[in-house]
């Protein structure tokens, strides 16, 4: 057997095999897989990871040497470019791939990688659907995998000047390029390359004089003229800025009609947000078409959206995640019209969420909002039929839910709410026309309107952004103008000593509460037994109402006529605390970094003359639970939901103003409590005039938990249902301020 040749005569044997075909060649229709080329090709690539494996770690090795002395790249990069002979760029792309992915040590600082490599991006999506878009989105990808492991690199990758992109007749490039090998910063690699180096490459000896190339290069260059070379349209992109060409590929490549392909550019794009370099980051933003892309794509695919979309399919549709946007009409059992579209829209909406909340820039959800928020979805949720206004509720619904990055969540927020942080007057409720019209919906002649809409500001309650309770509701508690300020005298503090508020009325004496059940009322014992014990950090007497006197004013405002619970199991007032005690562990968690007060301002630095409004939103919600004798069951069930909601936030004039009976109001304000003792009153009048009321209300009770099939209808079925909700309501907000009280008294 004859001696194998060492690696880098075998390399360069490989290499000139490759020039001499460009020289010898007469068919240059002939596609590559007929030549040796991508055989030679593959070989070099195997010498050279088998060298590097060979070496100690870091130690360039004489064919890796070679490479990059002679430019390799370069030529190989200016044939792919020619695509001559026709499948070479095809190749071309394949090895620079495998020569990234399979070679660790770095080689894109040489100026002889990252330069060709950059060229060759620029090749990437011109041309959309062409036979090489798999090994393009390939090549981009491992590039991208690179600065990732680096991110400085990508310094590399932002240029300054505007490159012609056209495919110029690609034969005098190659020559030109072969011929004249381009003046490098010898810095980079710490070897000086002259432009006789790529002669070398070829088999052809330097001459003395580098003015007259030698003659065997005007072989090369003539049978390079001789080839014909067809160039491809490209595709109609507008690149104003070629920056960034990496991202600019990238962002061709998402429009290819090839999902994989699609997919694997957006993972590309979300790479390189997340690089932490400055130029890199302000080069995304201000000279790609990045945040056109992201907008825009969103602008058609909600417009894309049938007129109507039943708001139940808008909100059950599985949870989407962009990377897996692949639906088969014909599989999906629950289909719906407009489900593809949908789909998309929301994946879509997906990955700009992840790739904002990648990359934290605020430039990209600033796009969101005015090209998206503002231009597309503002003028659907402003109109006027209520089959638009319900479908696009319920589409801003979802992506509230859905939203995830802080950046985004607080361009919606604005969107939806504005910035206004000054307590609301009733003149001026109109200043953020959307914020207007979303609050007036949720009391809409519509109810599938009004309970669609309270959803949303349900869901985005839920939302860890401080701006959304101030804007709704806290700005107008901030002063506390909702209280009558009674300096005590020294009866009062004694009175407040024992235990009980200057002012407040005991219920005993209450004419609502009379004979009321003392099994309805829970015993101080119990409440001893149950709430937390005093502590010399925490004593009992801390300007809080007594708890046990708070809870028993909610699970009596209901008089015993109107009740029902207590005729059915598993309806008592404890399964609402498990409730309570978890949704207050979560909203406490969400708002510990906001920093709130945890007591109230003290009234004497309170601005009590000023007139109170409880705001747009407290003003529609205490419309509406003032009339849940007269609504529908649904509609009632999504009222108390927010209020309850809002009584669980920790802050102390909410909870103040939504849960203390006993709180002072000045004239002419209401409270929650106050709006519930008012509802109570009225029913107290109209029970008289219900015959068998009590019976029915039980019925009613029943049908509802589906303990009773459906009979015959049973009249004033509306009260009914609404004195239901009324009760379990009650129940729900003594819970509530019972578990709030328990855990703040807990050291």
């Not at 402003?382 to 839910?401: D, F, K, P, Y």
Request: aromatic share 8%.
């Amino acid at each position: 057997l004859a001696p194998s040749l060492p690696l880098q005569e075998d390399f360069v044997y490989h290499w000139k095999a490759i020039t001499h075909y460009y020289i010898e060649t007469s068919d240059d229709k002939a596609p590559v897989t007929d030549t040796n080329i991508p055989s030679h090709l593959e070989q070099m690539l195997d010498i050279l990871v088998q060298e590097e494996n060979e070496r100690e770690s870091g130690e360039t090795g004489p064919c890796m040497e070679y490479l990059l002395h002679h430019k390799i790249l370069e030529t190989l990069y200016t044939l792919g470019k020619a695509d001559c002979p026709p499948g070479m760029k095809q190749q071309v792309l394949v090895f620079y791939t495998k020569l990234l992915g399979r070679i660790r040590q770095p080689l894109l600082p040489h100026i002889n990688v990252h330069r060709p490599v950059q060229k060759l991006i620029r090749l990437c999506g011109e041309v959309l659907a062409t036979p090489t878009e798999n090994e393009e989105i390939q090549f981009l990808c491992i590039v991208c995998a690179k600065l990732k492991q680096d991110p400085y690199l990508v310094n590399f990758f932002l240029e300054n000047k505007l490159k012609s992109l056209t495919s110029k007749g690609a034969t005098n490039v190659i020559s030109e390029d072969i011929l004249k090998g381009e003046d490098s910063l010898s810095a980079d690699t710490g070897q000086s390359h002259q432009p006789e180096d790529l002669h070398g490459a070829i088999g052809v000896e330097p001459t003395e004089s580098e003015e007259e190339p030698p003659h065997q290069m005007d072989d090369l260059s003539t049978s390079l003229d001789d080839l014909s070379v067809t160039s491809l349209p490209e595709a109609p992109v507008v690149r104003p800025h070629q920056d960034y060409n990496l991202v600019n590929s990238l962002l061709n490549l998402t429009r290819s009609p090839d999902g994989r392909i699609a997919v694997k550019a957006c993972e590309g794009l979300m790479l390189l947000v997340s690089l932490p370099e400055p130029a890199a980051a302000k080069c995304l933003t201000e000279s790609t078409c990045l945040c056109e892309l992201l907008t825009d794509r969103l602008a058609s695919l909600y417009k894309a959206l049938p007129q109507s979309v039943d708001p139940l399919d808008i909100e059950t549709v599985e949870a989407i995640n962009w990377g897996l946007d692949s639906y088969s009409h014909k599989e999906d059992a629950s289909a719906f019209p407009g489900k593809r579209a949908l789909i998309s829209f929301l994946s879509w909406f997906d990955y700009c969420d992840q790739l904002i909340k990648e990359a934290q820039k605020v430039a990209f959800s600033k796009a969101v909002h005015e090209r998206f928020f503002i231009g597309v979805m503002e003028p659907q949720l402003m109109q006027t039929s209520e089959m638009g206004i319900l479908t696009s509720t319920a589409l801003l619904h979802r992506i509230v839910r859905q939203v995830t990055s802080d950046v985004l969540l607080q361009e919606m927020v604005v969107f939806i709410l504005g910035e206004q942080r000054e307590p609301e007057t009733l003149a001026e409720i109109s200043r953020h026309p959307l914020r207007h019209r979303l609050i007036e919906h949720c009391d809409h002649i519509s109810d599938e309107i009004s309970i669609m809409t309270l959803r949303m500001f349900e869901h985005l309650l839920q939302k860890p952004n401080e701006h959304i309770l101030y804007n709704l509701v806290l700005r107008n508690l901030e002063e506390r103008n909702y209280t009558e300020y009674k300096p005590l005298c020294p009866e009062d503090k004694d009175v407040v000593e024992n235990g009980l508020i200057a002012g407040a009325v005991d219920l005993e004496e209450d004419p609502l509460f009379t004979d009321i059940p003392p099994d309805n009322i829970l015993s101080n014992q119990e409440w001893l037994n149950s709430s937390p014990p005093a502590t010399p950090d925490h004593p009992r007497n801390d300007g809080k109402t007594e708890v046990h006197k708070i809870v028993n004013s909610f699970l009596c405002l209901v008089p015993d006529e109107a009740k029902s619970s207590y005729h059915v199991e598993g309806t008592g007032y404890d399964t609402y605390l498990r409730d309570a005690h978890r949704q207050f562990r979560d909203y406490c968690a969400i708002c510990l970094r906001w920093e709130w007060p945890g007591s109230p301002k003290a009234l004497e630095k309170c601005n009590l003359e000023a007139a109170f409004f409880e705001g747009h939103f407290l003003k529609v919600l205490f419309d509406r639970m003032g009339r849940i004798l007269d609504q529908p069951y649904d509609v009632n069930l999504q009222v108390t939901s927010v209020l309850s909601r809002l009584s669980l936030f920790p802050h102390p004039h909410t909870h103040e103003y939504l849960l203390d009976p006993y709180v002072n109001l000045a004239s002419g304000c209401r409270s929650l409590f106050s709006v519930i003792v008012r509802v109570v009153g009225d029913l107290m009048v109209r029970i008289q005039r219900i015959q068998d009321f009590t019976p029915k209300l039980l019925l009613v009770r029943k049908r509802l938990l589906g303990l009773e099939p459906e009979g015959p209808i049973i009249d004033h079925i509306t009260l009914l249902e609404g004195v239901i909700v009324l009760e379990e309501f009650c129940k729900e907000l003594a819970a509530i301020a019972f578990v709030k009280y328990h855990t703040s008294s807990t050291p």
